[in-house]
């Protein structure tokens, strides 16, 4: 068996380990986020939602929720 | 009934949905506006957030169309990706888009908002541009596919109302076929009568309710002053005089043929 190997990344601005080489998927999936009522920044840019499951986090990578708020 | 885009609807007035005592005082004075339109944002989630969002939940029941906003952006580029995360999101190509030039009086910048509705009208969005009165600037975003045009009445959260109706009314009269919503500065539904009075298609405003003594008795305000305006609009007002006009006529009332004395 072979170790599995740990990385950090940023979550909502706060450090979050995950495996390496996790999918951005996997991630949301982990961390909860199965409504759809959120979209998803990786390092600043949109991740469309049908490349969630295609997307490889790497280290260091900066994932921000997106959700709705008030707005005039 | 009106065409907004590819939506008909029966309410002229779009309700924003910030700065509210509460929820329920929010979902109050949408129902008591009766707009068919609301106006949303987005946020980044901070990890202390629940992952039930009430606000959505508010929301979401509601049935009305919503219109993103890409509030806080200041280039093109940021409004850009914006559009496309609200896209997502709210499940909807319209958005609303705010490029703001200068912090003080929260102006569009007039560039980057023209850069920005060009290439979000080639990606498939339906672009509320939220601009100046200018008329050059307003010319140029219709020549760069917009429909619809926001110009503001006067800047946002000022409820300062028409600061220029003059312009507003040009606006009118050189541009008749797109759709003209006046979108911010207004305070009170006198304000939102006049703009509706010259034609306006629609009005879009936010803080004179949400910030009202009475939020939802406001929204009704505005409710009936902007279907009063529209009215009148349809309706044809009488042409203004410089001199008085009797409006009963005077031939054969008793005293009709007295000299007025001096």
């Known amino acids: 068996m072979g170790v599995l190997l740990k990385m950090i990344i940023s979550l909502n601005n706060e450090p979050c380990e995950i495996t390496a080489s996790m999918l951005l998927s996997e ?26 499951s295609v997307t490889t986090l790497v280290e260091k990578d900066c994932v921000e929720i997106i959700t709705p708020m008030q707005g005039g | 009934m009106w065409q907004l885009a590819e939506k008909s609807l029966s309410s002229r007035f779009l309700l ?9 005082i929010l979902q109050e004075a949408i129902l008591a506006s009766q707009a068919g339109v609301i106006t949303v944002s987005l946020k980044r989630q901070a990890n202390s957030d ?14 009305c169309h919503l219109l993103p906003n890409t509030a806080g952006c200041h280039t093109a580029e940021d409004a850009i990706k914006t559009a496309e995360i609200a896209r997502e999101l709210f499940n909807t190509h319209w958005i609303k888009l705010e490029v703001i030039g200068d912090h ?39 020549d760069s ?14 409820g300062k109302g028409l ?26 539904p006198s ?19 949400s910030l009202a003594k009475h939020p939802v008795q406001m929204a009704k305000a505005f409710r009936d002053g902007i279907i009063a305006g529209r009215n009148a ?30």
Not at chain 2, 50 to 63: M, R, S, V, Y
Not at chain 2, 113 to 141: H, M, N, S, W
Not at chain 2, 145 to 158: D, E, F, K
Not at chain 2, 177 to 187: E, P, S
């Open chain 1, 27 to 52: 991630l949301l999936e982990k961390k909860g986020y199965t409504n759809a009522c959120y979209a998803v920044t990786v390092n600043r840019c949109f991740v469309p939602r049908s490349e969630h």
């Open chain 2, 16 to 24: 924003g949905t910030a700065q509210y005592p509460s929820l329920h």
């Open chain 2, 50 to 63: 629940t992952h039930k969002n009430a606000f959505w939940e508010a929301i979401k029941q509601l049935g």
């Open chain 2, 104 to 142: 003080y009086n929260l102006q569009p910048h007039p560039m980057e908002l023209e850069k920005a509705a060009k290439a979000l009208i080639l990606k498939g969005f339906e672009v509320f541009p939220y601009c100046t009165d200018d008329l050059i600037l307003c010319q140029r975003l219709v």
């Open chain 2, 145 to 158: 596919g917009c429909r619809i045009l926001m110009p503001w009445a006067s800047p946002i959260g000022s």
């Open chain 2, 163 to 188: 600061l220029n109706p003059y312009a507003l009314e040009t606006l009118r009269h050189r541009l008749p076929n797109t759709t003209l919503i006046v979108d911010a500065g207004i305070g009170k």
């Open chain 2, 191 to 209: 304000h939102a009568v006049q703009a509706m009075e010259m034609g306006f298609d629609g009005v879009l405003l936010n803080t004179a309710v």
């Open chain 2, 233 to 262: 609009f349809e309706a044809g007002p009488m042409p203004e005089r410089n001199v008085a006009h009797p409006s009963t006529s005077l031939l054969d009332t008793p005293f009709w043929h007295q000299e007025i004395s001096a």
